[in-house]
């Protein structure tokens, strides 16, 4: 299975789980079956058309999806995807 | 860079700056051109404070500041630039200070602005790198789009919480080949509301102290030349494991900025792309001194404190406690009969909240304290705790 590793601003809606194994082939189906398991997560990564936001960067291994196969990116047993929003802070 | 080549340096100069010239792979000319940098650090806070105290200490001959903010005791868990004395003190000013205590022989220039369409361009233009520790999308934006319209390295770090995240944007490199920026990472911002700022959300003291330092690291080594420049990677640190992780990022042929067809030629109304403006439908507001009226008056009313468990415990006005997650599924304690006065810390989440009632479920009688519990505390209740 897949290893996912949600950034700290999300691990509230995994129940703080930092590391979770998704059994899928591609992005799309982990992506799916993450917020099938945890609906709060779906508005925080897809849009209201169902694609992945543009403020969210998906990583496989060290690679970004939009220069692999998007979506559709293949994922294997032991590949490492890193999900990694956009954050802001530095003053406050 | 600015040219570096007829730099000196005094005898107390190059004692200073003994530990750097001795490193082989650094030596006086790297030294030299950290002398005859312009270097400027927009925001002097949690990132700003490590940035300019190690690019000061390494001598970076001229730094620039921008901030407009006024430094406040909640400031101290991580803006190791201040101290007790400088509460109260234009954060320039009191970073001046004590840069100028660290390193005498270098020169500070100060801005004590916020950093707009209007004067980005014309600050920048006269630095060599731009070190960008500010606290919000729209002025990251900002930063990033002036930095690739004027053809300036962006050295970028950003923190939340218990992660933080480095880059170095838009340097071109010695074969000349521009590396990706903020907007090839990330087109376009989070709407507003669903990423929480540091005010909100937290951040642990020492993380901008990490953060920064290696954010000081890039803009040295940009500076320098020495090494290899975070450029087209994207390095993320998650202080909880203990686990970094470096990504490789590319430039991107639809970035509105220097993709193939360019779109973006002269700095936008960054509020508006952020979708600040957008979501800004007014709301009633009452000041801490209108509230503390009715309360002397007796009027009727009810009054909600919307923040977290945890920030009631340290100081409340007391209010009933209702946090803003769980604001729609209790609705119904919302009185409709009566005025409702909602608070939160500064005014940013209960105004959520009353946009979500008045959108949901139709309440017309919701009114947002202006300036929230520090506002009142400021206005009307001083002897209270402060956080």
Known sequence: MATVIIPTPLRKFTNNTARLNIQADTIEKTVSELTFNFPELKKHLLDEKGQIRSFVNIFVGNDDIRNLQQEKTEVKADTVISIVPAIAGGVQ | ?387
């Open chain 2, 1 to 387: 860079m600015s040219t570096h080549t007829n730099i000196t340096f005094s005898k107390e100069e190059l004692a200073r700056y003994n530990r750097h010239i001795i490193i082989p792979e650094f030596g006086l000319e790297a030294q030299q051109k950290l002398k005859a940098a312009k270097v400027l650090v927009v925001g002097s806070g949690g990132l700003g404070s490590p940035v300019l105290l190690y690019l000061a200490a390494a001598g970076v001959g001229t730094i620039g500041i921008v901030d407009f903010d006024v430094v406040d005791d909640s400031n101290l868990q991580r803006q190791v630039l201040f101290g007790v004395e400088s509460i109260g003190k234009h954060k320039v000013d009191a970073a001046k200070a004590r840069l100028e205590a660290l390193n005498p022989h270098i020169n500070i220039i100060l801005y004590n602005t916020q950093l707009t369409s209007q004067n980005a361009l014309d600050i920048i233009k006269d630095y060599d790198v731009v070190a960008d520790g500010t606290d919000n999308f729209p002025t990251r934006y900002l930063v990033n789009d002036a930095a690739v319209l004027l053809g300036k390295p962006n050295v970028y770090a950003s923190i939340f919480q218990f992660e933080g995240q480095v880059s170095v944007f838009n340097y071109r490199n010695k074969e000349g080949v521009l590396g990706p920026n903020y907007r090839d990472l990330y087109p376009t911002p989070p709407p507003p509301g669903l990423v929480p700022s540091c005010a909100e959300g937290g951040v642990l003291g020492v993380l901008p102290g990490i953060i920064g330092s290696l954010q000081a690291l890039e803009v040295i080594k940009v500076v320098t030349g020495v090494g290899e420049p975070l450029v087209g990677r994207f390095y993320i640190f998650d202080a909880l494991n203990f686990e970094s992780r470096t990504f490789n990022i590319s430039r991107r042929d639809d970035n509105p900025l220097n993709g193939k067809n360019p779109t973006i030629t002269a700095l936008i109304d960054y509020e508006q792309f952020c979708g600040v403006k957008a979501v800004e439908k007014p709301i009633k507001e009452i000041t801490a001194k209108e509230l503390y009226d009715w309360q002397v008056k007796g009027e009727t009313f009810q009054l909600i404190d919307v923040r977290e468990p945890h920030e009631y415990d340290i100081v409340n006005i007391g209010a009933e406690l209702i946090p803003l997650a769980t604001v729609a599924t209790n609705a119904d304690k919302f009185s409709r009969d009566t005025k409702v006065v909602v608070h939160c810390k500064m005014g940013g989440r209960s105004a959520k909240a009353i946009r979500e009632l008045e959108e949901k479920f139709g309440f017309t009688n919701l009114y947002n304290l202006k300036g929230g519990i520090l506002g009142y505390i400021d206005e009307v209740q001083p002897e209270l705790t402060k956080y």
